[in-house]
Structures are given as structure tokens and as C-alpha cells.
């Protein structure tokens, strides 16, 4: 198999990812080309886009996972690239301009110290015999020992080890042979290694700069939008995870075991931006979506939905209230808060001038006043509902029902 192929079928197997955004264009034309395979794009901490190299080392694996497209027992064809060939193609995508750095995972296909290296040695290669630079982004194979997780995170700038499924009794049901435990421990470990080397006047060197990631599977098992963002929540507060990234579910295999239809990704959206809420914005799992009401809206963003359920709250005097008051309108982001503060300070806040600072003012001006000038529809939850493009009653998001308590164990952190 000539190293084409390999690239477009190691390509593939990456592309269910969601650590990167896109892949796979063909087109071409007198002014640019798109590589057929394997550049995605990522973004950085300050907003640059990123193209990135984004294959697996090998999609042969040991495990039969139901919901993966190279899992143990899918009839796929079978290939790995050797370390020199991925040194090569990172290099030379590189110097042509395709790529700014590398996106590396790989099936199971050995002792996971063994698969481990594999990819460390790529990274190690990259840096010490070319010279590179760029981003590098390395899964963390759960079952490493920590010298492997250590050396990995030498070279790489990113780690990611994935929990895929929110409970121990989903992953028990649909990948039974792989383990909790092992990967929220290997999640630990790396945590504290990211810890320990942001310490001031640390000697050893630096250690997965721009921190570790994970990926949750949206809609392979039955858990409700709560509890996955009581899971990301607490991998943020305890674990000082970077990202959880949401990917909605596709059928990409035949298993009785996983539900039929189309891939959810309007509640994929929704947790994305729930998600943005528990970061940024200030808000608790709770108030998101609470025990009566576990998943969230579908027809609203959850911060509108939340509003509409708190009309008690509102209107916010933006002349008075605080940042954290006034990042909990909708239609307002963190930019917005900050301008407004801003303008307020220099005593030129008046409702016509919201419209300039950032504001979705269609959205907000039903939920703001400038000291008592209101502009909006207030106090009528379905009214402002409609106006805002949900006629009737909200509707809430058609995800399964949760299992009950007994049966859905949360991992344990």
C-alpha cells in the first residue's frame, strides 16, 4: 500500500474526532487546492485558526467498541504508518504551507505503553531531528504507565485522553473492554503534571503547555444533557481540563446495542454553548438544566431559555448592575459586558448605543433598561417566547429519557 492510501485511510479513521472542526475537501481550481485528506482546523487560546495534520497512527485495534468506525470487528481496511513516514508527511505538509502542526491518535493495536511510544516518538523526531515548532496534539493511550504519559507530554503541546461516554454503566455497555478508571487516571495524571509544571521556577522543563482535552459521545446512550454537563463541569473544576468537546453521534456501525437516525447535532449546539455558559459565564449545571428539566431546550439557547424561566431576574439596569449581572443577558457576551462596562464609565450608556457596543440588541432589549428606559417586552414569558422565534410553549430537546438512578453510574472523580 503506497503511502497515499494509507494517508486517506488513516485520514478517515480520524475524522470522528472532535478535537478538530473539518476535513476532507477535494476541490481544486486555478487559485488554491484543498488536500483531499486529512487537514482539519483547530483554534488557539487566542483566536487563530489552525490548520492541522489530523490522522491516526493506526487504525488497527484490539477493542470492539460499538459506536467506533475502527472498532476490532468492522470490515475496514487495515493499515499504520511507520514514525518515519509520519515525520516525512508532517514535514513536508509543513513546508508547503498545509499544515501548522499535527493531530495524532491511533487505534489500540498493542500493549498501550507500546502504542504510546509509537506516537511519542513521532512527536520527539518532529522536534529534536527537524526542528519543528508547530502545534502538536498527542491522544493519551488510557493504560500508559506514567513514565509514558510523562515522556509524551515532553514534546507534545496538547494531550487528550477520551472518556467518549458520560456514566461507567454506558461505557460498560458499549465498550466493555475498555476501563473508567484507567482513563480518568490517566486524566489525573496529567493533571498533575500540568500542575506541577506551571510552578514557578520548575527545572524539568515544560510539560503539555497548552494543557489536555477530551471528547464525549452525544446520543450513543441515553443519559440526559445534566449529566453530561455535570461530568464536564467537573472535569473543568478538578481536573483543570482546556476543552470538552461534544460529538454528536453517527450511526456508523450496525450493533443493537446503539440507537438508529440521525445524528443529534442541534443538541450537540446546545451543550456547546451550555458548555460556554459554565466557563465564561458564570452559570451552574443547575441552572442549566436541573433535575425536573434535565435536557435542555431545543428550540432556545440556554441562556435565553434560562431567562425566560427567571423573568424575576430582569430587567437589568445596565447603569448599575455588575459583570456578572449583566453577562447573564441574553444577547450580551463576555466582549459586550466589557464594552458596556467601559462606556458606562465614561458616562455615554444610553440604550441607542447598546446596539454599537456588540450586542444582539433584537435579543437583549427585552431583558435591559438604562436607568428606568426599556425598550423591550417584559413579564410575559410565552409573548417575549414568540418573539424571540418560539411560537407557543418552549420546546424542550426529544432526548431519550434518563436510566434510572441505579443503573446510570456517574464516574467518580
Not at 294 to 315: C, G, I, M, Y
Amino acid at each position: 500500500m503506497d503511502l497515499s492510501q494509507k494517508l486517506a485511510i488513516l485520514a478517515a479513521g480520524a475524522r470522528y474526532d472532535a478535537s478538530c472542526a473539518s476535513s476532507g475537501s477535494g476541490r481544486s481550481g486555478s487559485l488554491g487546492a484543498c488536500t483531499p485528506a486529512g487537514i482539519c482546523h483547530s483554534w488557539t487560546g487566542d483566536g487563530r485558526c489552525v490548520s492541522l495534520l489530523k490522522v491516526l497512527y493506526s487504525n488497527s485495534c484490539r477493542l470492539d467498541c460499538a459506536y467506533c468506525p475502527n472498532r476490532a470487528g468492522a470490515d475496514v481496511p487495515r493499515t499504520s504508518f511507520t514514525a518515519d513516514e509520519l515525520v516525512r508527511i508532517t514535514r513536508d505538509f509543513y513546508r508547503r504551507n498545509y499544515v501548522e502542526g499535527l493531530f495524532l491518535s491511533s487505534g489500540i493495536f498493542a500493549d498501550p505503553d507500546i502504542v504510546m511510544e509509537r506516537l511519542t516518538e513521532v512527536a520527539r523526531r518532529l522536534r529534536r531531528e527537524e526542528g519543528f515548532g508547530g502545534y502538536i496534539h498527542l491522544k493519551a493511550i488510557p493504560g500508559s504507565g506514567e513514565r509514558a504519559l510523562r515522556e509524551a507530554g515532553r514534546w507534545a503541546d496538547r494531550l487528550s485522553a477520551n472518556l467518549e461516554l458520560p456514566t461507567a454503566s454506558s461505557l460498560e455497555t458499549l465498550a466493555p473492554q475498555k476501563i473508567g478508571s484507567e482513563i480518568l487516571g490517566a486524566m489525573r495524571f496529567l493533571s498533575e503534571e500540568i500542575r506541577e509544571a506551571s510552578r514557578p521556577r520548575r527545572r524539568s522543563g515544560t510539560f503539555a503547555p497548552a494543557g489536555q482535552s477530551t471528547q464525549i459521545i452525544v446520543g450513543a446512550s441515553p443519559e440526559p444533557d445534566r449529566t453530561l454537563l455535570r461530568l464536564a463541569s467537573g472535569l473543568y473544576r478538578r481536573l483543570g481540563l482546556r476543552r470538552v468537546y461534544y460529538s454528536a453521534f453517527v450511526p456508523v456501525n450496525r450493533d443493537p446495542r446503539l440507537p438508529s437516525g440521525t445524528p443529534p447535532l442541534l443538541r450537540e449546539h446546545r451543550l456547546y454553548q451550555a458548555d460556554w455558559l459554565l466557563r465564561f459565564y458564570g452559570f451552574s449545571v443547575d441552572e442549566i438544566a436541573g433535575e425536573s428539566e434535565p435536557n435542555l431546550d431545543a428550540a432556545l439557547d440556554p441562556k435565553t431559555s434560562w431567562a425566560l424561566r427567571h423573568p424575576e431576574f430582569f430587567p437589568v439596569d445596565l447603569a448599575r448592575a455588575g459583570r456578572e449581572e449583566i453577562l447573564r443577558v441574553p444577547g450580551i457576551g463576555v466582549t459586550g459586558a466589557a464594552r458596556i462596562l467601559e462606556t458606562r464609565r465614561a458616562g455615554g450608556l444610553s440604550l441607542e448605543v447598546l446596539p454599537k457596543l456588540g450586542v444582539a440588541w433584537k435579543r437583549a432589549r427585552h431583558f435591559v433598561e438604562v436607568r428606568g428606559s426599556f425598550a423591550g417586552v417584559h413579564g410575559d414569558p410565552d409573548r417575549l417566547g414568540a418573539l424571540l422565534g418560539v411560537p407557543g410553549a418552549v420546546q424542550r430537546n426529544a432526548a431519550p429519557p434518563a436510566p434510572s438512578p441505579s443503573l446510570q453510574r456517574e464516574f467518580q472523580f
